[in-house]
């Protein structure tokens, strides 16, 4: 994982928990009679769930895309190696 990816999923973290935390002191010091308000504020805190919940999924999506990526360079890059070594072995075989 790059350092990039990294700091991505410390911001969304980062965001996540900081929502979260004004959703709860919003909810704890609205007026005891502000249903409406408490209500809004749940609301709020639901909704900015659901889009760290698709950024995180997006961001995990493209982390994966690039594991898929690494993992398909290596098997090229170990069978350039096979191929390399078979044929220096046949060269050598003819040569001898």
Excluded at 22 to 39: E, Q, S
Excluded at 66 to 95: G, P, R, S, T
């Amino acid at each position: 994982m790059g350092s990039s990816s990294n700091h991505s999923l410390s911001l969304i973290g980062g965001l996540l928990i900081g929502a979260l935390a004004g959703a709860a002191i919003g909810v704890l010091f609205a007026p005891a009679k502000g249903t409406k308000t408490r209500d809004k504020l749940t609301k709020g805190a639901k909704d900015i769930s659901k889009d760290l919940k698709k950024k995180i999924r997006k961001e995990v999506e493209v982390l994966r895309k690039k594991a898929e990526d690494l993992e398909d360079l290596a098997a090229e890059k170990i069978d350039d190696m096979a191929n390399n070594v078979k044929q220096k072995a046949e060269e050598m075989k003819h040569h001898n």
